[in-house]
């Protein structure tokens, strides 16, 4: 594959233009068919199997009106007075019932002056609005909605707030502000990583053309599989650091060959030969560890994992064409315009460079200080990683519900009025559909068997449609969505109260609702955890034993991801169960660990760790080969690619970081969660635990059974083995060059 990929980077050196000109056309198809042809993203929570699932399901399939999603419309007087002491907040009340109930694809609005729609205090009324089946819906019906709250008449007597599911289908969160932090960050690392101004911009540009693409690319995916609307921020949160960092890692290969004497087409060519198939390596490790989240059978997360996915392999392919692009039209130039004291230094004997600058020499001595106290730097980080890795023990997985969200935010607002006024229960209301069609009867003994549960408010009277032969109960239960005790509602009510009535009867029932939906979706994902990081673990393993023919390694390899991964969730837990450090965010309240989040962070890290552990080990093991020296080959591999490793990991954190600027919880969490493993990965770990262990593994760190070797397929992930020999410039454009570098 070495060859062809080195073709392909010459060529692209060659013909910029040409290859350029290719990806225009493809970019101006793509955003061209998504303006033009594109559906809207939308979330359709839910997994086949589940008991929320089939209660949704029944109500789908015999027409019921309960089938589709709700929303809420809050009203509360200005001047806090009653509804029952102002006939102008009355009147304004029901005006406003009318225009909700004419809204498109509304097929009820309950009546705010029936019983039980006003507070017992009278100061928060509630008009449900039921719409029809999701399938029917799109995002102009939220802004529909919306619209009826900005059109109230100026001097309004009442505020009105927007909440219900939805939002939860529709409402996409703002995005722009955690992009262009990270961004700004981004330029600033590798302006400190190159010192050069053109050599910066080369990562940044592939970066943001290939995030375009294929964030556009989304509305066009929608015709295969329905993406959440969350999706685009997690795409372009993975886009962007991958992107940086594969544009990094083949700019700083390309200016190592340039200060060798080579022309730029030859250097571009074994850029993309060598760092190139590194990348192709690294980024489809990613792309198969996030596909692999169709385990989970949550078909939301695996629609936001192909999201996900092509997103980062367009940042693949972009590197290994468009790049090398750049590249050839950049020419020399690539090393000029920039900042002398921070540009790396590489030898003038053709050999393997190693970073020559201050900052290299510091990460030498540093390898030489971890090898000399190994001992004491395994035990103690591996002492701290596990103290991080210890609140996982308190991990609770759950679903944020809108009572996390900021203060501005009117489903925030109209969740704290709704849980004041009627209490907590009232904002994630448990929706019982039964198939009464063998068995009519049972309706009220359900009824009458749900309200006497503990942790069940109120129970609204039933909804029976008999020639469906369905009927619907709404349930409210005395705690809040998120709360552990509506978890055990839910439960009781399953394994308890409907069978205690249904077990004599033909009649089936199922939980379903917002609440009900997204307990069962944690429950799956947390049943499927386990297997799906065993089989991570376990690619990982193979895929490492196959590059560097070794047992140790990847073990080891293994073994640090789950510290670098269980600090990253122990953070989660002391930050947002526990509150630790919350205000620094903007949390508002602390929230459970989403459901997906831990196997989604597994997912992407995997993919990333390999990335820096190919990049490190590689230069470890090929100076290991020709010196046998184990020790100086560690020393030798951290010093030669610590500062590239380093910069490549501050643009993941600053990337990562900025999103964790958002108002949604849910970015919030998988932000920090991948920021804080990244950190731990290409520093503690990275920098400190590989080093040290593998001077204590001394040469059993390349032990690889004969026989075992005899059948591996050989594979050089950043090896030259099989290009032609280089084609060097001039003595004098060689040296202009390397000098070029220093500028």
């Known amino acids: 594959m070495s060859h062809a990929l080195y073709t392909l980077g010459r060529f692209a050196a060659r013909r910029p233009w040409t290859v350029i000109g290719a990806w225009f056309v493809v970019a101006l198809v793509v955003v061209g068919a998504s303006v033009s042809f594109g559906r809207d993203l939308d979330d359709s929570f839910g997994a086949p199997g589940l008991d929320s699932a089939d209660a949704l399901d029944l109500l789908t399939s015999t027409g019921s009106d309960s089938a589709g999603p709700t929303a809420q419309i809050v009203l509360t007087p200005r001047d806090g007075s009653t509804f029952g002491s102002s006939a102008e907040a009355q009147a304004a009340l029901i005006d406003v019932h009318t225009a909700a109930a004419e809204l498109p ?11 039980g729609s006003v507070s017992p205090d009278g100061r928060v009324a509630l008009i449900r609005v039921q719409y029809e089946v999701i399938d029917e819906l799109d995002s102009g019906d939220l802004d529909n909605l919306k619209q009826l709250a900005a059109d109230l008449p100026v001097g309004s007597p009442l505020q009105v707030e927007l909440n219900g599911d939805l939002f939860l289908a ?121 596909l692999g989240l169709a385990v989970a059978g949550v078909p939301f997360m695996t629609a936001a994992g192909v999201a996900t996915s092509v997103t980062v392999l367009i940042m693949v392919v972009a590197s290994i064409t468009l790049l090398p692009a750049f590249l050839g039209i950049a020419g020399h130039h690539i090393n000029r315009r920039g900042l002398r004291r921070l540009a790396p230094r590489y030898p003038e004997n053709g050999a393997q460079p190693t970073d020559g600058s201050e900052i290299g020499i510091g990460w030498q001595r540093w390898g030489t200080h971890v090898s000399k106290h190994a001992w004491t ?82 129970v609204e009277p039933a909804t029976v449609n008999a020639e469906s032969g369905v009927a619907t109960l709404i349930a409210f239960p005395t705690t809040a969505p998120q709360d552990d005790a509506t978890l055990d509602t839910i439960e009781r009510l399953r394994t308890v109260a409907l069978p205690s009535v249904l077990d004599d009867s033909a009649a089936v029932a199922h939980i379903g609702g917002e609440t009900a939906t997204l307990a069962d979706i944690g429950g799956r994902v947390t049943e499927r955890l386990p297997a799906f990081l065993a089989a991570v673990i376990l690619l990982s393993f193979l895929l490492l034993m196959l590059v560097f023919r070794s047992i140790l390694v990847p073990l080891k390899a293994a073994l640090l991801n789950l510290l670098s991964i269980g600090a990253a969730y122990g953070v989660l837990v002391m930050v947002f169960q526990w509150g630790w450090g919350k205000d620094l965010i903007g949390l508002e309240s602390t929230v459970p660990i989403l459901a997906f989040i831990p196997m989604f962070m597994f997912a992407i890290l995997f993919g990333l760790s390999m990335d820096y552990e190919v990049f490190l080990l590689s230069r470890v093991r090929e100076e290991y080969l020709i010196t046998g020296d184990n020790e100086t080959s560690v020393i030798h591999g951290i010093a030669s690619t610590a500062r590239v490793i380093t910069s490549a990991a ?35 770990v990275r920098m400190v635990l590989v080093p040290a262990t593998m001077k204590l593994m001394g040469d059993a760190n390349w032990w690889l059974p004969a026989w075992l070797d005899r059948l591996l397929p050989k594979i050089d992930i950043e090896g030259e083995s099989g290009l032609p020999t280089p084609e060097m410039e001039s003595v004098a454009t060689a040296r202009e060059s390397r000098d070029e570098v220093l500028v």
Do not use: C, W
């Open 170 to 290: 529709f409402e996409e969160s703002p995005t722009g502000t955690g992009e262009m932090v990270g961004l700004i960050a981004a330029v600033f690392i590798l302006l400190f990583a190159f010192g050069s101004i053109i050599a910066m911009g080369l990562p940044i540009g592939l970066a943001l053309f290939g995030l375009a693409l294929g964030v556009s690319s989304m509305s066009l995916i929608t015709y295969v599989i329905e993406i959440p609307s969350f999706a685009p921020q997690i795409a372009s949160m993975v886009g962007l650091g991958v992107g940086i960092d594969y544009a990094l890692f083949l700019v700083t290969r390309h200016r190592e060959h340039l200060a060798r004497g080579m022309t730029i087409e030859e250097s571009a060519g074994r850029a993309v030969a060598t760092a190139g198939q590194a990348v192709i390596f690294a980024g489809g490790t990613v792309v198969i560890a996030i």
């Open 377 to 458: 730097y395994a035990i103690g980080v591996t002492a701290l990683l596990l103290a991080l890795t210890a609140p996982v023990l308190s991990l609770r997985l759950g679903f944020p519900d809108a009572g996390s969200l900021p203060t501005s935010r009117t489903e925030r607002v109209a969740y704290d009025l709704v849980a004041d006024g009627f209490g907590p229960g009232i904002n994630g209301p448990l929706i019982v559909a039964i198939d009464i069609s063998q068995d009519p009867d049972v309706v009220e003994p359900l009824r009458s068997a749900i309200a006497s549960d503990l942790g069940v408010a109120a």
């Open 650 to 684: 501050l643009i993941m954190i600053s990337v990562f970081l900025g999103f964790v600027l958002g108002d949604d919880p849910i970015i919030k969490m998988m932000g920090l969660g991948l920021a804080t493993a990244i950190f731990v990965d290409a520093t503690i």
């Open 105 to 115: 694809n509304v097929i009820d609005a309950s009546d705010p002056t029936a019983s």
